[in-house]
């Protein structure tokens, strides 16, 4: 039996102005009809230019150097543009990382659906229409008629995935490339399109390469793993055994990076004297227009205490609040409600003296955005001393204290890598010794080695200082390692707030229960 | 920045408005030394003379050589069209970083007051101002520099709005820093790029605008050897004796366009991904 895939000792240059750079590297993969091979690696590993490679979409400056590609019988490398267009989609289908921007904007789904159809099936446009409805039934999307004549920007993230992915399958191709899926998407988003894939790929009986950074989920997708690093494949396994027996030291890093929420990082009590407490704290965007109302609140009501030296999780899908709760307790964004520190009510962000501001600091999302690009990272760091009354010369210590050289104080942002760069955020916000460190889904962009890592910093800082933490989050099992005590919010209310020992009691809000269902079980 | 350099030399348009600008800048600073005459140094013999060996750009209608009064002149035109254009887009670049950076009521004060003086077309500002502040160069740079800043601080505040909302100013505001420490120093080194870009393209409106106004008589004046007066003084003699119109004509419209190649460039290797 011809396998559907074979990529045999493939290898590919990216050539830049500092010369060639290796990104792919003896690459053997081969996936048989009907098997879905998982490919797990790191930001940089190559995965994506392999499905880049296989689509025949390569950057100019791509070079391939070695190997062969094919597809069934066919030698992809050697297609003109025109049999290309008849392989791609037709025979080899591809699902994109992120929804929002892999639909045009300017036409409706239905036209984008049936395009595609009628290409690749031969069919008229009636016929097409009436398949895209039976299509778009059957990803278990409500209405498909009405969904056919709407725009992208009318469906939320979560049922754009599901029109892709309803495209990929339609046009019935042999193999379906998935480019982190899921990874643009909620938690329970996420869950249940893994569970959408899992029903299609067993009526269909489609190949797939699952292309993911996170491992946990493979063992629920995939039938085979490779795990891959710097271009090169390091361990190939049935995805039952590499979490189980692992043989390459870097599988076995990445399965101890995963995080487990019965492993608990944490084992002090914090104090009982309340250092934070936000009481019916609304968030508010906008302003009333002169034609218009003031948009609602993007929470409603919600409290929160820390005390001292805690770490509370704050947990929930995009959307739910959790980030503008850091805007208001920073106050970046308006809010009414209370906020009690340290004995002192503040109603708005006007209340807010250098003292709160110095004890209250915030590291962000993205280090890319977070750091200026046009200062380098001892001007980065010496602000805040500046700002707060510290010395200067104290740079090289704070490196130190996030495990950096000292000699980074004289490089550039863009010179260092994105864990790097969150460790100088995190430096930043300890340059002002503060008593409460709100974390806004800092290891959300980061790899799980990285992000085990930047953990381990946080609780040695921890350590160190006494500082709490507010630790916004999606991911589940990661904040059960490290909270005390969790809150979950929904729609901008909070629906549960809870220790993290009475996470498995029964009386937890059905949504909290449906968020831990939703994280990937870790294996093993 | 040599890094730059190379990009921007790498594509014959880019080399081409370099050398251009390098001549510029050598004539500019040397200009008067290498002139065989001296600028204002009439010949009555030689009045309306055509371009040959005695004067290589002909003479004008007193005797006076061409192309030493070009050389000379190019410090009276080039250096007063920068200043200008640095002027104004200062300007125009802090107004609209705090524009942008302030937001809500002050940003719509700020920025219809600016449409408002935007609606008046550039050389009618500078011909308003010109008029009220008096003739002269040093006022037809103030002039130029204010009918400039307008557009510039539309420029720049559309590219201030997404700096605005990276989390590196949010730090700054959430640690309590001042505006003024926002604004010059987190805010407008990110929007240097657009500015430089759009600052090299506008000198060569301001070496029009300026020649312009010079030729309506209220920028340079007689007998300055300004370029835009010498067209100027050439326009009744054009049948007579071309050259003497065409010489700073061509002179005006050739750094006009070497600043231009250069702005375009400037674009192109700025900008990464534009990696061919």
């Not at chain 1, 992208?152 to 379906?176: L, N, W, Y």
């Not at chain 1, 027996?245 to 009590?269: F, G, M, W």
């Not at chain 1, 500046?386 to 104080?409: F, H, I, M, W």
């Given at each position: 039996?011809?396998p559907?895939?074979?990529i ?5 240059d ?14 053997s993969?081969?996936i048989a ?5 998982g ?16 689509m ?9 150097i ?8 066919i030698?992809?490398q050697?297609?003109?543009?025109k049999?290309?267009?008849e392989?791609?989609g037709r ?6 990382q ?18 595609a159809?009628?290409r ?6 009636r016929d ?8 778009l ?13 709407r ?9 754009k995935q ?9 046009c ?9 899926p ?5 938690v ?18 489609v ?13 629920s997708?995939a039938?085979?793993v ?14 039952s055994e590499i979490f189980r ?31 934070l407490?936000a ?21 409603k ?57 110095r004890?209250?600091q ?9 750091l200026n ?12 001393l ?29 010179q ?19 008593r ?5 889904e ?9 992000q ?41 209310q ?7 020992d ?13 968020l ?9 | 920045?040599t890094?730059?350099l ?9 080399a081409?408005?370099i ?11 040397l ?22 060996w ?8 007193f ?16 250096p ?15 107004l609209?970083?705090?524009s ?32 009220t502040?008096?003739?002269g ?70 070496v ?5 106004l ?29 050259w ?9 419209a ?20 534009d990696?061919?």
């Amino acid at each position: 039996m011809i396998p559907a895939l074979t990529i045999t000792n493939y290898g590919l240059d990216y050539v830049t102005a500092a010369g060639a750079v290796a990104v792919l590297r003896e690459v053997s993969l081969e996936i048989a009809p009907g098997e879905v091979l998982g490919l797990v690696g790191e930001s940089g590993s190559g995965k994506s230019s392999l499905a880049w490679a296989l689509m025949r979409h390569l950057p100019a400056n791509a070079r391939e150097i070695s190997g062969s590609l094919r597809l069934g019988d066919i030698d992809l490398q050697t297609l003109g543009p025109k049999r290309l267009t008849e392989v791609r989609g037709r025979r080899i289908g591809m699902v994109f990382q992120d929804p929002s921007t892999a639909l045009n904007p300017t036409l409706t789904i239905g036209r984008q659906i049936t395009e595609a159809l009628m290409r690749h099936r031969e069919v008229n446009a009636r016929d097409a229409n009436a398949l895209a409805i039976e299509l778009l039934g059957h990803v278990e999307l409500r209405d498909p008629a009405a969904i056919l004549r709407r725009y992208p920007h009318e469906i939320s993230g979560g049922e754009k995935q599901r029109v892709i992915i309803a495209t990929a399958f339609g046009c019935r191709p042999d193999v379906i490339l998935f480019d982190e899926p899921t990874t643009a998407l909620d938690v329970i988003t996420g869950a249940r399109i893994i569970e959408l894939f899992a029903r299609l790929r067993a009526e269909t009986g489609v190949a797939a390469l699952y292309i993911s950074h996170d491992l946990a989920m493979m063992t629920s997708v995939a039938d085979r793993v490779a795990v891959i690093r710097h271009g090169r494949v390091v361990e190939q396994a049935k995805a039952s055994e590499i979490f189980r027996k692992p043989q390459h030291d870097y599988t076995k890093s990445l399965i101890a990076a995963v995080p487990r929420p019965e492993r608990r990082l944490v084992h002090d009590t914090p104090g009982s004297a309340l250092l934070l407490e936000a009481k019916g704290i609304d968030v508010h965007y906008g302003r009333a227009g002169l034609f218009r109302a003031a948009p609602p609140p993007a929470t409603k009501a919600v409290d929160v205490d820390i005390r001292a030296g805690e770490i509370v999780g704050l947990v929930g899908e995009s959307g739910s609040g959790k980030s503008s709760m850091a805007r208001a307790l920073t106050g970046l964004a308006r809010f009414s409600g209370d906020i009690r520190f340290d004995g002192r009510t503040l109603r708005g962000a006007g209340d807010m003296n250098p003292a709160y501001r110095r004890d209250v600091q915030i590291v962000f999302q993205h280090p890319d955005s977070s750091l200026n690009p046009r200062h380098r990272i001892g001007e980065i760091l010496s602000r805040p001393l500046k700002l707060y009354g510290g010395d200067t010369a104290s740079v090289p210590r704070l490196l130190e204290q996030v495990r950096l050289p000292a000699s980074y104080a004289t490089r550039w942002p863009h010179q260092l890598s994105g864990g790097e760069k969150q460790r100088v955020a995190i430096a930043r916000a300890f340059a002002a010794r503060p008593r409460l460190v709100i974390c806004d889904e800092i290891t959300a962009p980061l790899d799980v080695s990285v992000q085990a890592q930047i953990i381990e910093l946080l609780l040695a800082l921890r350590a160190e200082t006494g500082a709490a933490y507010l630790f916004i989050t999606h991911d589940l099992n990661l904040i059960r390692q490290i909270a005390h005590r969790i809150v979950v919010m929904r729609h901008g209310q909070l629906v549960d707030s809870r220790a993290v020992d009475a996470f498995g009691a029964d009386d937890v809000h059905p949504y909290t229960r449906e968020l831990m269902a939703a994280s990937p079980a870790p294996v093993g | 920045m040599t890094e730059l350099l190379v990009r921007m030399i790498r594509k014959p348009q880019g080399a081409i408005g370099i050398m251009l600008l390098a001549v510029l800048a050598a004539i500019c600073i040397l200009g008067p030394w290498v002139a065989p005459y001296g600028p204002e140094k009439m010949d009555f013999l030689g009045r309306f003379r055509a371009p040959g060996w005695q004067n290589w750009l002909g003479a004008d209608q007193f005797g006076r050589d061409v192309l030493s009064r070009l050389l000379t002149g190019a410090r009276a035109t080039v250096p007063m069209a920068l200043a200008a254009t640095l002027a104004g887009s200062a300007m125009g670049a802090v107004l609209g970083v705090a524009s942008a950076y302030l937001g809500g009521k002050a940003d719509e004060f700020i920025m219809r007051t600016n449409d408002a003086v935007m609606a008046i077309p550039g050389l009618l500002m500078a011909l308003l101002l010109v008029s009220t502040l008096g003739n002269g160069a040093g006022n037809a740079v103030v002039a130029i520099a204010i009918a400039f800043a307008p557009g510039m601080a539309r420029v720049t505040r559309s590219v201030a709005l997404g700096v605005r909302n990276q989390d590196f100013v949010k730090a700054a505001v959430a640690r309590g820093e001042g505006a003024a420490q926002i604004v010059f120093r987190e805010m407008l080194p990110n929007v240097m790029g657009p500015i430089v870009i759009e600052a090299t393209i506008r000198v060569s409106f301001a070496v029009m605008l300026f020649a312009t106004l010079s030729f309506l008589g209220l920028g340079a004046q007689p007998p300055a050897s300004e370029w835009g007066l010498m067209v100027a003084d050439a326009r009744q003699y054009m049948h007579r004796a071309p050259w003497i119109l065409i010489a700073p004509s061509a002179a005006i419209a050739l750094s006009a366009i070497a600043f231009n190649l250069v702005g375009d460039a400037l674009r192109d290797a700025l900008n990464p991904r534009d990696d061919r």
